[in-house]
């Protein structure tokens, strides 16, 4: 049950969008709280988005690597039996 810490109205807060925010207003006194449920979702989600690309950047190196070994290995090998 929310309440309001100005008036202590029981459930007045409504969800309000204002500039890219999300804060909840009281009905009866317009006291705007800030929403922190909110944020605390988004900061653990951004998180898991950081985690994310640097892993796939690390395999992406890795494959990279190991695909121009095998190329500079069998250029190698045809110059050998060339000579």
């Given amino acids: 049950m929310n309440k309001c810490p100005n008036c202590l109205a029981s459930n007045p807060l409504k969800k309000v969008y204002k500039d890219g925010l ?10 705007i709280v800030e929403d922190t449920t909110q944020k605390e979702v988004t900061v653990r ?6 985690n994310d690309g640097t892993e796939g950047n690390s ?3 890795a494959l ?3 695909t121009a070994l095998m190329i500079i290995y069998f250029i190698i090998e045809t110059f050998s039996k060339l000579f």
Avoid at 22 to 31: A, F, M, Q, R
Avoid at 45 to 50: G, M, T
Wanted: contains cysteine; hydrophobic residues 30%.
């Fill in 22 to 31: 999300v804060v909840k207003k009281c009905e009866y006194c317009n006291t």
């Fill in 45 to 50: 989600v951004q998180n898991e988005i950081q």
């Fill in 59 to 61: 395999s992406r190196k």
């Fill in 64 to 66: 990279a690597i190991a």
